[in-house]
Nanobody, 125 residues
């Protein structure tokens, strides 16, 4: 069982930066790949980034490549999402999520079992 809680959202001007955190509880955190998803008003939830349980493998949605960086600190049970050069279209509620099974880097949104409540990021133009 993994419980997740996001923080770090806020209001920022276009071109600015924010760093989101996803704090996890549970002894098995270091065995789970963690993903970030986002949902903008009136739009479907979208994959943003994913990191493997050991941190050595990452993947990104095309529109955030080169601007966002996902990382993790297993000693602190935390995953981070550093977001630079933010754009108004990045405005959304950002959620972190973990799949049903540990050691699973391939699960898509439908395979996510554990979700945080989200943190709101608003980018003004």
């Amino acid at each position: 069982q993994v419980q997740l809680a996001e923080s770090g959202g806020g209001l920022v001007q276009a071109g600015g930066s924010l760093k989101l955190s996803c704090a996890a509880s549970g002894r098995s955190f270091s065995t789970y790949a963690i993903s970030w998803f986002r949902q903008a008003p009136g739009k479907e939830r979208q994959f943003v980034a994913r990191i493997s349980w050991y941190g050595g493998t990452t993947s990104y949605e095309d529109s955030v490549k080169g601007r966002f960086t996902i990382s993790r600190d297993n000693a602190k049970n935390t995953v981070y999402l550093q977001m630079n050069n933010l754009k108004p279209e990045d405005t959304a509620v950002y959620h972190c999520a973990a799949p049903r099974e540990p050691f699973n880097m391939r699960a898509g949104e439908e395979g996510m079992e554990f979700w945080g409540k989200g943190t709101l990021v608003t980018v003004s133009s």
